[in-house]
């Protein structure tokens, strides 16, 4: 209608209200936003733990409610998993939505920048090596990071059995057959997801190559001397964890040192080849 709502108003606040009851009904449904009549349109084909973990990672305030309905010790369990995936957002808990109204209108605190890069899983692929801190209910996260690509017939089967203490996880995958781009990973509950994320720089033309890598230290700092950018980097956040058990699995996943001097084109490979059968893709650009 040609009106500037720019003029009038701001947007002041994401808030996310999280159901404490049915936080883990909901978690582990597997239904899809178009099972449950919520979906953005027909294509739409996300899961609804897709949607709840998208909102608690991009929001200001998350309010948990239905407080009075869960066990004090499952309540800060939940409170202190929520914390792990949205560390910079403010918690209020609440019993039938009642809350100080000036918690959440008129804070100031939206920031398109800051919420984009927010979530748990950023911060901790973000940070430098660092000892995990004591977990309190179980809740840890770690970054599994590797030089090596994943032999896809072998990662297939380890994600079928996906171990139900992971959460959340997150990140970069090299797979041996897909070697030019890199594959973006996302697990939130049952909902696995696998696609392009772009080219590897290493699979540019060598003269956009060196631009980049004059633009960007960090990564002229990490270059391998053969595989360039390629790298596997995956957080796992979750209730529990193994991690030497998470590692070894993968571990075992990766190419032996046979494999890697074989034709990597001729591997097994049974991740969906057009994209949206088995996951959504993403854009076809260089990976962030």
Avoid at 50 to 65: G, M
Avoid at 124 to 153: D, N
Avoid at 207 to 232: C, F, K, M, N
Wanted: aromatic share 10%.
């Amino acid at each position: 209608m040609g009106i500037d709502l720019t003029r009038f108003c701001r947007l002041d606040t994401m808030v996310t209200v999280v159901d404490a009851y049915r936080f883990w009904h909901d978690f582990a449904s597997g239904e899809t936003l178009l099972e449950r009549k919520q979906a953005a349109g027909e294509d739409d084909t996300r899961e609804v733990v897709d949607l709840l973990i998208d909102q608690i990672e991009f929001c200001d305030v998350l309010v948990l409610n239905k407080c009075d309905k869960v066990e004090p010790d499952k309540l800060d369990e939940l409170e202190r998993l929520l914390r792990k995936l949205q560390p910079r957002a403010r918690f209020i808990r609440s019993v039938q939505g009642r809350i100080d109204p000036a918690e959440i209108l008129n804070t100031g605190l939206f920031d398109f920048e800051e919420a984009s890069r927010s979530a748990g899983w950023i911060r901790e692929l973000e940070a430098p090596a660092h000892t995990p801190e004591t977990e309190e209910y179980g809740i840890g996260s770690f970054v599994y990071e590797r030089v090596r690509p994943f032999h896809p017939e072998r990662l297939m089967r380890w994600i079928n059995e996906w171990p139900e203490s992971v959460v959340r996880a997150k990140g970069v995958m090299w797979l041996a057959t897909r070697n030019d781009i890199a594959q973006s990973f996302s697990q939130a509950g049952p909902s696995i997801q696998m696609g392009p994320a772009g080219y590897w720089v290493a699979a540019l033309p060598k003269a956009e190559q060196a631009a980049i890598l004059r633009e960007e230290a960090d990564l002229a700092g990490s270059w391998h001397p053969v595989y360039g950018d390629r790298i596997t980097k995956v957080v796992f956040i979750g209730i529990g964890l193994d991690r030497d058990r998470i590692e070894a699995g993968l571990d075992d996943c990766l190419l032996t040192e046979e494999e890697m001097a074989g034709d990597w084109s001729r591997l097994s490979d049974p991740f969906p080849q057009a994209p949206g059968e088995w996951a959504e893709p993403a854009s076809a650009s260089r990976p962030q």
